[in-house]
């Protein structure tokens, strides 16, 4: 092999430093890119806080929906006897009003103080928004014993 030929000439047109037009032709994308990373920054924020108020509009609706308020006052009293422990039983109903905003079913209720026991009869009753059910209960009261004067707090199993 020629040494003529391992030498490389370093003027030739190609195989020399990168020329002007050159250097301007690969710079040219950086600044495209940078634009498109910056779209996509802004998008993904604009999208990012679109999700996160459909989410807090979602969880609210939930907790609106989800609530649950009800107003038992009694009815009625159908029948009642006394047994030999001194315990009154009275059966009757209560109307349960639904306040809340949705249906609600009514599976259970109860409530009890030191002198009376209120139960339900083991039957659901699905009461519609604003609208009032009767629910059939048993009330035990203790007799010879003075009742309270106060409201009885209800709990209900919904």
């Known amino acids: 092999m020629p040494a003529e030929d391992a030498v490389i000439d370093l003027d ?3 195989r020399g430093p990168v020329d002007a037009a050159a250097s301007r032709v690969r710079r040219g ?4 890119v940078a634009l498109g990373l910056v779209v996509a920054l802004v998008a993904g924020a604009v999208l990012g806080g679109w ?10 609706r939930q907790e609106r929906d989800a609530t649950v308020a009800l107003v038992a006052i009694p009815a009625n009293a159908d029948s009642g006897s006394t047994n030999a422990g001194g315990r009154a039983r009275i059966e009757g109903s209560l109307a349960v009003v639904n306040a809340g905003p949705s249906p609600v079913t009514v599976r ?5 103080s030191p002198t009376v026991l209120i139960r339900d009869l083991g039957r659901t009753r699905l009461i519609r928004p604003g609208g ?9 009261l203790q007799c010879g ?5 106060e409201p009885l707090t209800v709990r209900f199993s919904v």
């Open 12 to 14: 030739a047109p190609g």
């Open 29 to 32: 994308p950086r600044p495209r």
């Open 51 to 60: 999700g996160v108020d459909r989410s807090r509009e979602a969880r609210a």
């Open 108 to 112: 259970s209720v109860r409530a009890d």
């Open 132 to 140: 009032t059910g009767w629910i059939g209960v048993v009330v035990l």
């Open 145 to 149: 014993e003075t009742p309270g004067t």
